[in-house]
């Protein structure tokens, strides 16, 4: 059976980034973080990578696949993994979070609304299939255990 293509969730992160600093210049909406906070905002973004990299290592670790809908040989339950089923989700949803922060303006957290979404649609809801499929009873556990986000 051919391979589906699907456009990464990095590349997601991109096209809402690129969204955000749209809808910032051209329909900014209201002023939400002052001036004085914005470089404040930057710090989850920076907590978002490191989660992000954290979860690479796990993967790394248990040799098995991180690229979505790649068949998994492990399922993760260490780390972040405690808390939250899709840390890698929540870590880039942070740097599209910060990101809005740092830019100011109201209308750059559509795009974080956009991104969970899409997220959540065209990624999550399909691995959790496979992983309910690979794993059964073990993932259905973890499930009941861990929330899908935080």
């Given at each position: 059976?051919?391979?589906?293509?699907?456009?990464?969730?990095?590349?997601?992160?991109?096209?809402?980034?690129?969204?955000?600093?749209?809808?910032?210049?051209?329909?900014?909406?209201?002023?939400?973080?002052?001036?004085?906070?914005?470089?404040?905002?930057?710090?989850?973004?920076?907590?978002?990578?490191?989660?992000?990299?954290?979860?690479?290592?796990?993967?790394?670790?248990?040799?098995?696949?991180?690229?979505?809908?790649?068949?998994?040989?492990?399922?993760?339950?260490?780390?972040?993994?405690?808390?939250?089923?899709?840390?890698?989700?929540?870590?880039?949803?942070?740097?599209?979070?910060?990101?809005?922060?740092?830019?100011?303006?109201?209308?750059?957290?559509?795009?974080v609304v956009s991104f969970v979404l899409v997220i959540r649609q065209r990624?999550?809801?399909?691995?959790?299939?496979?992983?309910?499929?690979?794993?059964?009873?073990?993932?259905?556990?973890?499930?009941?255990?861990?929330?899908?986000?935080?």
């Amino acid at each position: 059976m051919p391979r589906r293509f699907h456009v990464q969730p990095p590349v997601w992160l991109a096209l809402h980034g690129l969204l955000q600093l749209a809808l910032h210049r051209w329909l900014p909406g209201p002023q939400w973080v002052p001036p004085a906070w914005r470089d404040a905002g930057l710090v989850p973004g920076f907590l978002g990578v490191g989660l992000i990299f954290w979860c690479i290592a796990l993967f790394v670790r248990r040799r098995t696949p991180i690229l979505p809908f790649s068949e998994s040989t492990a399922l993760v339950r260490v780390g972040p993994y405690r808390v939250s089923r899709n840390p890698i989700y929540v870590g880039l949803t942070l740097i599209l979070a910060s990101a809005a922060a740092f830019l100011g303006s109201a209308t750059p957290w559509l795009a974080v609304v956009s991104f969970v979404l899409v997220i959540r649609q065209r990624f999550i809801l399909r691995e959790e299939e496979l992983l309910r499929a690979r794993f059964g009873v073990e993932y259905e556990a973890f499930c009941g255990e861990v929330r899908r986000w935080v």
